[in-house]
């Protein structure tokens, strides 16, 4: 019966889909599904001579896993990985690095519940528009699960940009009301310590509560990240159309769930004045720097030495327990119910990805600006 | 003496600079200073057949144009373009269009009193750290004369997309904390009544208000615009990396002075419940549409039909005239006044740019969406 | 010891490599080694709805294949692969497809007599110049191992092609001295006939039969291997940079051991006048055609609808039996002398690569014709 | 009537055109037709710190102008050029460099008696196929008028090079059957001694004599180009499809009336053996080299520090003027007959148009290698 539905767009409606690539020199390209195979990622244009550790991109993707504590979701998902090409003796090559997790169940679920039915917010309407047909089994390549093939790649970036003393941390400054005071100084060292990835445990514990209290109701609710890039090399990015922060915006509203960007002042911008905004230079010691950092840490499109920081707004996810109205593929009304396993709050298990997708950008805009030297090509 | 300055970075400090293009199919790469000969632009990708409409280009940048009103920059600036190439007989021919506007007044100014210093959160700084020489005369290709050549690019593709039905507007919806009411209903077509261009007329009073008052105190203020496209086709877009909202991102945030986007509810969907933000298919007459639009018409990176809507946060000018603490290039502690004409609120000329990048994001991305179809390379 | 020699180059000259990734619409990425855990394709762009002739690309590899014949090298490969992602019941869904070939043995042979020596006219000195490093245990990305992956997305890119009726059959028509003789019309049909690949019979016996002389004395020699596109629509290609034989040629010199590339007349237009190779049009039953092809069928870069004929000039293979002067890294003179099994002659395991890079341009082009068109923005 | 044809066309069968953009670091983009306001170039990329040499680039363009010589065309060309933005007080600053030739007459000539008619081995028909108009003016995009904005952005590029002490010549090789004779040593400074770019004078005379001869039947007749690329740093270029040879074919086969490329032995490989073939290593003063160069500089697509050198075959141009058989655009048979001023052999203006693709690819190739080193990321 599924099949059928299925051959049935596929006459009418077939295309291709293209976007799973990222990046300029240090390059990757996703592939995969959530109830195929598996899934993977391709990286070139990592450099040669990279230690890889292992554990560390192990490390990672937990931080990331389903099932990790009981504010996320208890689906379970296979996070062991295969080096495919790209590594001799434990060191990257230079050649392309290929990375596969095999999805450790694949039979199809009973999906007949929603198989012919769009379920509200979510990618189906637009996807069988698009492409004429859609993986019921789980959202193709919508699934959340793509993003563990950014966190490899990401957590390789990492340790490239790790030798260059390059830090990339992210944490919840943010779920439903329930924000980080503003008098606190943030200790990017305590995100981990709980299992909403706050850094400040007060503020913490009643995200956890809160994020408790909606799951029990089968809801969902929305939460914010935070990202710190510190020794962020000065020059890099572009004063045009390839300015640093308009790839950073890229490549965060790229994570599933994603309806707001914001780099340094962000929207509070629109209440200041230029007098109150504009970040003073001054010069310790010899070293030039700026008494605020409402830039973020880039002016004018490229890095000036400071931090670099900016928020991400997370939607609540899509998936609920209550009846909502909806359509079926025939136009006709209907109502969707939802079941088994899904994350009441997005963030805690986002902020990996947003850590990743991160570092992908700032390594990529370093290899660039490594490349405009004319100095260098004299040497 | 400027010019030993400007040589003496040379020698050490000489990169290139790229970035320069914008678009996969509708294609587009700016050139030239705000001091040099002139600023120019080259379309490569627009489709043959359009019947170019001239004046309307002449018309869009009217909207950009400094000293337009009391509100904005008094500093002159020609608006005239000659067409170099692409169109025969009024009618473009499908090669490249490329336009120029040649610079009214090229004689350099006295620009002493900045030239060795870096102004407080302008490029200065960063541009002369990456590319070790900076254009003192006016920020180079930092300046915002180079958006004018954004401005005739997507007014052709406005025109393009005025074929396909599809319209692009974008108006002003705060300044500093005035906001428009809520209850209001937005009127598109009110927005060119006023010269801040908001289309509530007793907000947009409010607004100039404040604007000239903000302006007798040399000092700036930020603001937001908010963009609406009507009619997109269902379907554009792409659901990695190259979602359509990521594109739209990326292009506002390659606005000079924008520090933030949301789409649909945007930052607000933090503190949303899912049970509240998911928008409920409903079918009307065999049309599928959803009762509310949180999700800003674009649904897993794909557009759905429903309208497309946006904000993007503007900070205030950098330029002011009160003294501000700063260090010239030796390092030493020194103070920066402004001069000049500067704008006192950047919001009401950015409204066509804001257009225009959105113009340039939708229709590069159905021309996309064209080429994906396994049917059409049968036909 | 190998170690220690790579490890000394790791120290002082650590580079990535890049260029794994060929076409624009239907794009792939190879990665993977002839001696790491296997090679793999990676294809973003192919359209849905394909039914995948699985037994088709295992054909295809099997033209390719080491030990197929007494004319080609003996060694042992793999040529079982694995569909990773992208395929739903038999049929392509549009996403990415990745597809991995395992080697079957991993375990390194004994190389130390090449290890540190410079094999003549082999990548290894160049390959050590650039990335400071080589993989001394076959090549590395310059093994041809790697187009295996090539024929892989080339074989489905033909079933592609097949739906829309366009055929590429490339054939040998030279080795050594042996030609085809000018008089004989091809029969594309009897190139799989004989081991050589070459569809005239009396033609093909010499070719063994001088191939397998040069292998006795452990020698190797040249060839030429010649295709056609039958059936190419009209009007693909771009006027520029991009002229469809520019995009072919590439494609071919891109192919180990490949040296030069022609099109229709090729070289011998060097000695003709304009009165001979201009190709006359014609009239039949209201279809335009030329009376003869030394356009090979492309005028001004552009399909014109006549057959597409392209040479290919292969060098002899660089392994070799007999010693030959060289020398090691450190300067020294030294002699390399052959070991175990290579091809006596490449052309006939070369016959489905080229056919298959040049299905990978044909494809390509035609979706990319397929974006340009301002009608079908309006449909 | 003229622009009823067009419009005709134009209302059924409007495309766009793409592919007018060449290179990755070093990118140019090139604009204009030969009937229209002018060409031009926008190169994107360039160093800032060239001082750049004006009177080079004029001098690079006066290599190809028509009218240079009694054996070519006696067409006046416009070859003042302007530069629009990327120069400072004669020194490039690294923003886009556009750079301008306005055509000096810019009537229509009188084309009524080609405008409906296919031009054999011209463009014309692909060009309506595919565009569904053509510039029946002057061939549009696909006039060798466009080239001249090549020779500017290769100049800028071999002044770059210069820098790097890396030299690009080329020469006229063979004109018809007229060949260099083998025994000579050919010296590069003897190129531009006489009017057809041939080092050697005999060889030169008879060349002359012999496109005088064609030319006064009103034929054409086909050339040969060989070019030699000296002190190319090694290790540029890649190993997979980005072969450096590869490259370098792609740009030469962009050039108008080019049927072939060939690197090293070329052509001459298919008949030798690999005993003959490889190029054996040698050390001389520590300096490695190899003792022949069939490999033309190039070993698996990666440079080895010996000369590059390559030949490009020229097709005899297409207008000739003995009357043709042709078709007219509704297909009813006819001839065709050549007006005016032709060149009766391209290949002695082309001689600059090959160091400047050379050159451009060159490079582009330099600046990316600088860019993959891990130890540059960390310097």
Known sequence: MLSNFLLLHLDYNIHNMAGNTFGTLYKITTFGE????????????????????????F????????????IVTQRHENEEFEILSGVFEGITTGT?????????????????????????SHADYTYTQKYGLRDYRGGGRSSARETAARVIAGAIAKQVLKTLNVKVNAFVSQVGTITLPEEITIDLNKTEDNIVRCPHPQTAEKMIQLISQIKKKGDTIGGKISCVVENCPVGIGAPVFDKLHAELGKAMLSINAVKGF???????????????????????????????????????????????????????????????DSVDEAGNKTTVEGR???????????????????????????????STKLDDLKS
Chains 1, 2, 3, 4 share one sequence.
């Not at 392309?96 to 095999?102: C, D, E, Q, S, Y």
């Not at 997005?346 to 660039?368: F, K, T, W, Y």
């Open 34 to 57: 959530s109830h195929g195979k598996g899934i993977g990622v391709v990286i070139d244009g990592c450099p040669s001579g990279l230690k890889l550790d292992v554990d560390h991109i």
């Open 59 to 70: 490390s990672e993707l937990q931080r990331r896993k389903p099932g990790q504590s009981k």
């Open 96 to 120: 392309p690095l290929a990375i596969f997790i095999r999805n450790q169940d694949q039979r199809s679920k009973d999906y007949s519940h929603i198989a012919k039915k769009f379920r509200p």
């Open 262 to 324: 914001e780099i340094g002042s962000g929207f509070s911008a629109v209440q200041m004045l230029g007098s109150e905004h504009n970040d003073a230079f001054e010069s310790i010691d010899g070293k030039v720097s700026t008494k605020t950092n409402y830039s973020g840490g880039i002016q004018g499109g490229i890095s000036n030495g400071m931090n670099i920081n900016f928020n991400v707004a997370f939607k609540p996810v899509a998936t609920i327990i209550p009846a909502q």
């Open 340 to 370: 088994g396993r899904h994350d009441p709050c997005v963030v805690p298990r986002a902020v990996p990805i947003v850590e990743s997708m991160a570092a992908l950008v700032i390594l990529d805009h370093i290899m660039i600006n490594k």
